[in-house]
């Protein structure tokens, strides 16, 4: 993934990693890890191919276990399985989430996913950073 400057940044996160330091694949990763008992915020990316840069396919929130084991059903995000699906995420209080949400849907720009919170963005440090 490209890294975004970490200039300007208002919240920094702790984004959230596998065992070893690894990015977290998104069809592997235990959902009943307490790691993932957290509400936050999150972002599905699929790694670079031959054919395609990396890219984010879905930006989220809410309760980070449960949201994921919803989008391993989610056709439209599994179409990316091919190019192996990650996931990170980070803590975030329910007042800023939706501005989170927003700041990182703009800046990363998912594949997939209609839902924009009109709220006002709340930038955060990359995870590529």
Known sequence: MVTQQSAGVQLQVAWRKCTGGSWCKLNNVD??????N??????IWHDATKQ???AAVYVGQGLVRDRLSDHRDDARIQAYAGRTLYVTWAAVEAGKRDGVEAYLSRTYAPLVGERRPAATPISVNSPWD
Do not use: C, F
Not at 31 to 36: K, M, Q, V
């Open 31 to 36: 959902l009943s890890h307490d790691a993932l």
């Open 52 to 54: 395609a840069k990396a």
């Open 38 to 43: 957290v509400k936050g915020v999150y972002i």
